[in-house]
């Protein structure tokens, strides 16, 4: 059986690990919830001694509050497993502990921001740990609306194909698991600068741009046993068009690829995940090549 590593919240009103618990009963997966503690006990004048008794002092108060939160939601026979670590470097630990294979995904509740001099664990986690990644919004979300799924079908790269097959498949294991309905979406983006110098009609791109894409999804109809019309191609920036979509019909859920750019090209240019998540108010589940 695969599991789910729910990161707790510090804060009482923790979207992470409500949420995380019920998709786990749903998906039929275990749970670990990991709840960090730490504390800069290095300039503290008092005795090592001391030191080790206030680290344990404040681990269990951690683990007791998080007890209370996890026995909350949780269903009758549901298995969730709870550890306390002293840790400062949180994206590290998360990754080393996620290379093993035994975690289906890393849940964590989304605090979206960023700037040059910082980079948030959100990111870092969406550009570095191995297995998928559920940023869940903290506004109450919506259990009987469609899961979105989407796509970037404009791309002639292997890798990108592939992720669309994995996104879907993905979408499609939720839709079943929450019994909702799916919704896919892709955008064309037309090359603004072109648009704006009168060198390209971005109507007629956009309509090439779909017949380009007919024959990529025909494949993903055809392999995951859709109907062509689930899929829906709008003209516009990827983030806007996601967005505007997840708004439209309600999903709770967004399930896209992203491919994870790291160091100063990241900071610069950001990711499509990334950017869309400046844009979005409900859960995202950002799936790794």
């Known amino acids: 059986m695969g599991k789910l590593l729910i990161i707790a919240d510090i804060e009482q009103a923790c979207a992470a ?10 998906l039929g997966l275990a749970v ?6 730490h504390a800069p006990l290095a300039g503290l004048q008092v005795s090592a ?3 080790t008794l206030l680290r344990k002092r404040l681990l269990d108060e951690r683990e007791q509050s998080v007890r209370a939160r996890i026995d909350e939601y949780c269903a009758p026979g549901q298995k969730v497993t709870l550890k306390t670590v002293w840790e400062k470097n949180l994206h590290s630990w998360i990754n080393k502990r996620c290379a093993g294979g035994s975690y289906v995904a890393v849940v964590k509740t989304g605090h979206r921001s960023e700037s040059l001099v ?20 903290r506004k109450k979300w919506h259990r009987a609306k469609p899961v979105l799924a989407c796509l970037d079908l404009a791309s002639d790269n292997a890798t990108k194909h592939a992720l669309n097959h994995k996104v879907l498949a993905a979408a499609r294991e939720l839709c079943g698991a929450l019994g909702v309905e799916l919704e896919i979406i892709t955008a064309i983006e037309v090359p ?10 971005p109507v007629a791109f956009a309509r090439d741009a779909r017949a380009a894409m007919a024959p ?3 494949e993903l109809a ?3 046993d859709l109907p062509v019309s689930a899929f829906h191609c709008k003209r516009g920036p990827i983030e806007r068009v996601i967005s505007s979509r997840a708004a439209r019909v309600g999903a709770q859920i967004v399930v896209m690829g992203t491919v994870g750019r790291k160091g100063v090209k990241a ?3 950001g990711n499509t995940a990334e950017r869309v998540l400046r844009h979005i108010k409900t859960d995202v589940l950002a799936i790794k090549p």
């Open 192 to 201: 603004v600068l072109l648009a704006d110098l009168d060198l390209i009609d």
């Open 49 to 51: 001694a001391e030191k």
């Open 118 to 137: 910082h980079t948030s664990l959100d990111w870092q986690l969406l550009r570095e740990c191995p297995v998928p990644v559920l940023l869940v919004a």
């Open 32 to 37: 670990d919830v990991i709840a960090f503690v």
């Open 222 to 224: 055809r392999t995951h």
């Open 267 to 269: 900071r610069l240019l």
């Open 17 to 26: 690990t409500p949420r995380g618990m019920e998709l786990a009963r749903r």
């Open 216 to 218: 990529r999804i025909a």
